[in-house]
């Protein structure tokens, strides 16, 4: 496959987060709490994009791990949003990369979560990105073309480096990471 590595250019770029949408593959790495007003923000970033691009994609979602909880508020913003957007994907995967029992307690929770409730779509919880690659990599290749998985891992890469940077030059780079 090989081939020059694709470069994306982030929607959206916070201390906590940022969103970048190559070719049909939207990826989203999170690295902190996320507050209620940039949740909303996603969420009309999302409905707009759909409204725009109503083909199908797929949906690469990284988590970092992180010790805040969410308020009501804003899990209610996220399962909006997902509800609203599940019928525009072909596949998804989350990430969620934590280690010991809280990571393995996060991702079992998302994965019954996801039994329960099933999106119309095949989904999977990851606790590491090339294994949400090698299962999302044919969906990835239906929609947006031959890619190198490794590619793919880089983007990944990037986008958490734009956040990174984004905590630096604010000042909010966590002392314990």
Sequence with gaps: MGGQRPRVRPDRVTDTYAIAIWRRLTMWVVDGHTPLDELERLRALALARMKEHP???????????????????????????????????????????????????????LTGMSIIAPPPHPVRICADVPAAIEFLHPYIEAVAGPVDPLHVEAMIADLHGEVCAMKVRLGTVDAEA
């Design 55 to 109: 083909e199908k994609g797929v949906s690469l979602i990284v988590l970092h791990g992180t010790r805040s909880t969410m308020s009501s508020e804003e899990r209610r913003s996220v399962t909006q949003m997902i509800d609203q957007t599940k019928h525009t994907r072909v596949a998804s995967s989350t990430v969620v990369l934590g280690r010991g029992v809280i990571g393995s307690l996060h991702r079992s929770i």
